[in-house]
């Protein structure tokens, strides 16, 4: 028996399905399943209807605003949403900035932000990266002076996924420049409508645009917009990335695209015939598979850590590598299924030749080959798991 | 009653200090080639500590302490690569025992003892009356053959699939050859000639061989469990310690990278394993959707993974007296007993897996 087969985790199961299957609308899913750059707007509509539901962010404390649900109903929660195709909603509202205000914030702050982050009204993005502080975080060069009652940042951030369309950053900047570099750092959060920020567009080889180049030009943040403490940055970072790092594993998402890839060996079986390698596919199918129990039954360990309480730690490490590793191998399987298929861009299925879940493939595959680069790069991680488990 | 997490580490406490006084590896180090043999009253120890009896029924004398307990007790002789065959003993009794009631009571004193053959292609059903019959034929190597009063034989019969035979091992249809499994436990081919039977399943119904099977290779998950975590600690000690090139091997980054995807490698391991234990425990009867998983995982990544270890452990990593590679010889048994990374991968599907699990 599954341990997800428990009678009180099916009713909760038919719960969250009766709930999608009622509110979830064909555009909201037409979307998801085609983009990768979803518009704000429906993401904001359906982040507002899981809000009134009160399962806004499912992964919080209930004193924040979660509903209060163990790791298997998280899980499963979001399981049925990555099945029945909804929005993810404000990624780095709901995974990183709300979390970050939750555990490090003051008083006024959780009441300001945490808010409107379930509501879906306020979106954030992540200036953490700069041209030269990539992998290398810790020696990054924007910097936040205080001056009188407010903080002047100068800089550069990149790789701002959802910065053209957010409407608040947290930012990392040195706020000392003596010592050691993690030592004087500082957690800021920044009105992305403030004088002096201006944004530029990076279009990544899926010729989509999610990512942007921000620059700061004395840009003035009033001093409460410190995070936590003065110089104390870089572990809330730490903290931040890790859990970053569980949702990386994207565990749900992949269980969801490797039933895809499935139906997509179905479908090619049938219109291309003998020439479809069929031993081949149910092997890779069955190996992807294999992998990705190993993953979804380590993610579920850590899971039931964070949600009792806990810190994820440097163990996410491993789910952040073997999660993006699995969700490149996914694609690049189902650019294999494809053949010649799989190498334009935007295939016209409009004689019926294919059908219409050959489509996308090739996009997804562009763009994950960011997924073992972003959010510390696997190689990073994995310097992470020695250093800090290992002691190497 | 299912043992609480405190009563488990007791029970893994005090084998941890069995297993460290009692024919430890070093003890066995120079009688490799004679094989890793049980010593005498090494059973009988197990018997008194109530292990045998651990997954036995309450109304059979026994203590249902868990399969999850048991699968952390079996992953604990893993990780001191223990000659007792405690893995076929823990999985299969209750099955012995449900068919055979009598059987409960020997099983738990540790006087009937069951060795457990896999499936082979050369055993042939010769007469069948009733639940009794005789078989003929041969099987592969047998884990826990050497001491045992009875043998489990899983036999493939085209009308009804895989059913379970069972054979008393002084039955004079039934001659042993000792043999040695690669990683020197001793073990024993079993040939049949007209040998008595008497079928475990009632009335032909052919899930009790399959089911023997995946319960055997629970066993085996567990097993590979510990092992690969042993191999993981010790390889890291070692890393630490050894000076090359006037460092620590431990400090060059080729090295760390390599262990960092090992770890990762165990940890989805261990996690499968004791989500394996969760499930059995919660449905004893199966189906177990982790089980072709984790048994595949055995096979393809835990074998592979600890093939890196003895890598980076350089020369001494292959050789005879070096516990790694007993270790590695170990799970090599592990990822082919009672199904093997093929077998079982060729059960797994996305959807027959994902939606059942």
Same mark, same amino acid.
């Given at each position: 028996?599954?341990?997800?087969? *428990? +009678? ?92 970050? &205000? ?86 800021? =959060? ?95 199918? %069955? ?11 380590? =993610? ?55 059908? +219409? ?15 073992? &680069? ?10 992470? &798991? ?7 | ?40 009253? %090494? ?31 079996? *992953? ?52 069948? &009356? ?76 052919? %899930? ?42 431990? %400090? ?82 592990? *990822? ?20 059942? *699990?």
């Amino acid at each position: 028996m599954s341990i997800f087969d *428990a +009678p009180e985790l099916r009713a909760f199961r038919a719960e969250v399905r009766g709930f999608l299957d009622e509110h979830l609308t064909p555009d909201l899913v037409e979307e998801t399943r085609a983009g990768l750059h979803l518009k704000r707007g429906r993401m904001a509509r359906w982040q507002a209807m899981l809000n009134q539901r009160g399962w806004g962010a499912p992964h919080w404390p209930a004193a924040a605003g979660g509903p209060g649900w163990n790791e298997l109903q998280r899980y499963i929660f979001e399981e049925e949403c990555a099945f029945a195709d909804s929005p993810p909603g404000d990624v780095l509202g709901l995974f990183l900035a709300g979390p970050m &205000i939750i555990a490090e914030g003051s008083a006024e702050q959780k009441e300001r932000y945490l808010p409107r982050i379930l509501s879906g009204e306020e979106f954030w993005c992540q200036g953490f990266s700069e041209p030269n502080a990539g992998s290398d975080l810790a020696s990054l060069k924007t910097t936040a002076v205080l001056d009188g009652d407010e903080w002047v940042i100068n800089g550069q951030k990149t790789w701002l996924s959802s910065g053209h369309y957010a409407d608040l950053m947290f930012c990392l900047a040195r706020t000392r420049t003596d010592g050691k570099p993690q030592e004087g750092l500082s957690q800021f =959060v920044v009105d992305m409508c403030t004088p002096g920020i201006t944004l530029q567009p990076i279009y990544t080889m899926d010729e989509g645009h999610s990512v942007n180049a921000v620059f700061f030009d004395d840009v003035r943040v009033p001093r409460e917009n410190l995070i936590g403490k003065l110089n104390h940055g870089w572990s809330y970072a730490k903290d931040l990335l890790a859990r970053e790092r569980v949702n990386n594993a994207q565990a749900p998402r992949t269980k969801r695209d490797i039933l895809e890839l499935e139906r997509l060996a179905d479908t090619l079986r049938n219109s291309y015939g003998p020439a479809f390698d069929d031993v081949w596919a149910r092997r890779r199918l %069955a190996s992807i598979t294999m992998d990705f129990v190993g993953l979804e039954s380590a =993610v579920l360990k850590v899971l039931a850590r964070q949600m009792s309480g806990g810190e994820p730690g440097p163990v996410a490490s491993t789910l952040k590598i073997r999660g993006s590793e699995l969700q490149q191998r996914v694609t690049e399987t189902a650019l294999g299924m494809l053949g010649n298929a799989g190498i334009v861009l935007t295939p016209n299925y409009g004689e019926g030749f294919l059908a +219409p879940e050959a489509k996308g493939w090739a996009q997804r595959h562009f763009f994950r080959r960011v997924v073992t &680069i972003y959010a510390g790069s696997n190689e990073i991680q994995k310097t992470i &798991i020695a250093k800090s488990i290992l002691r190497m | 009653m299912p043992m609480n997490s405190e009563e488990r580490e007791l029970l893994l406490d005090a084998a941890e200090r069995w297993f460290k006084a009692n024919n430890t590896f070093e003890d066995r180090v120079a009688t490799f080639r004679k094989g890793h043999h049980e010593q005498p009253g %090494a059973w009988d120890s197990l018997a008194e500590m109530g292990w045998l009896a651990l997954t036995l029924p309450e109304s059979a004398g026994g203590f249902e302490a868990g399969y999850a307990t048991a699968l952390a007790l079996l *992953a604990c002789a893993g990780k001191h690569a223990r000659p007792e065959p405690l893995g076929v003993h823990l999985m299969l009794c209750d099955l012995v025992a449900l068919r055979l009631p009598d059987t409960a009571e020997p099983l738990a004193q540790g006087v009937m003892r069951l060795g457990f053959a896999d499936l082979s292609p050369r055993i042939e059903r010769r007469l069948d &009356i009733g639940l009794q019959g005789t078989l003929s034929g041969g099987t592969g190597p047998v884990w826990g053959a050497e001491f045992a009063t009875h043998f489990l034989v899983p036999v493939m019969q085209s009308e009804s699939g895989l059913r379970l035979a069972l054979v008393a091992a002084d039955d004079p249809g039934l001659a042993t050859a000792p043999v040695r499994l690669v990683d020197a436990r001793a073990a024993a081919e079993l040939r049949f000639d007209s040998a008595q039977i008497q079928w475990l399943d009632d009335g032909g119904s052919g %899930a009790a061989g399959q089911r023997a099977l995946d319960l055997g290779a629970v066993a085996m998950v567990a097993d590979a469990a510990g092992v690969f975590q042993a191999a993981f600690d010790l390889t890291h000690e070692y890393l630490l310690q050894r000076i090359q090139f006037g460092r620590p091997l431990s %400090a060059q980054q080729a090295v760390q990278h390599k262990m960092a995807e090992i770890f990762c490698d165990l940890q989805q391991m261990l996690a499968l394993e004791e989500r394996l234990g969760m499930e059995v425990d919660s449905a004893p009867a199966g189906f177990w959707p982790t089980l072709s998983t984790a048994k595949c995982f055995v096979g393809r990544r835990a074998l592979r993974a600890v093939g890196q270890l003895i890598q980076l452990s350089g020369g001494v990593g292959v050789t005879e007296e070096y516990k790694l590679t007993h270790y590695y010889r170990r799970l090599h048994v592990a *990822a082919s007993l009672y199904g093997t990374a093929e077998s079982h991968l060729a059960r797994i599907g996305p959807r027959t897996t994902l939606l059942a *699990a």
